[in-house]
């Protein structure tokens, strides 16, 4: 079965960038298509940045035009770039197949804020 880890959040200022990676663990990453997801306080997990098996990539509205989601199939890694942050983006960071087959793991907790 394949798991992910999630790393490279922090605290950043409005405006400010990161770039998130997951490195998953076990055989056959390539196959799947992949997602981000984040889930902030007292709100649902939402899907913000996927990536098909194929290359093709689909954005949540919020996020389009700043963050950009990309994979490394030879190092079983996903990132996901984010630029320009607000404080709306403020979560803790998961990745998963898309849809998710897997567990969750622990996440990446991003903070904006000045």
């Known amino acids: 079965q394949v798991q992910f880890v999630e790393s490279g959040g922090g605290l950043v200022q409005p405006g400010g960038s990161l770039r998130l990676s997951c490195a998953a663990s076990?055989?056959?990453?390539?196959?799947?298509?992949m997602g981000w997801y984040r889930q902030a306080p007292g709100k649902q997990r939402e899907l913000v940045a996927a990536m098909t098996r194929g290359g093709s990539t689909n954005y949540a509205d919020s996020v389009k035009g700043r963050f950009t989601i990309s994979r490394d199939n030879a190092k079983n890694t996903v990132y996901l770039q984010m630029n320009s942050l607000k404080p709306e983006d403020t979560a803790v960071y998961y990745c998963?197949?898309?849809?998710?087959?897997?567990?969750w793991g622990q996440g990446t907790q991003v903070t904006v804020s000045s």
């Open positions: 076990g055989s056959y990453f390539s196959i799947f298509g």
């Open positions: 998963n197949t898309n849809p998710p087959y897997t567990p």
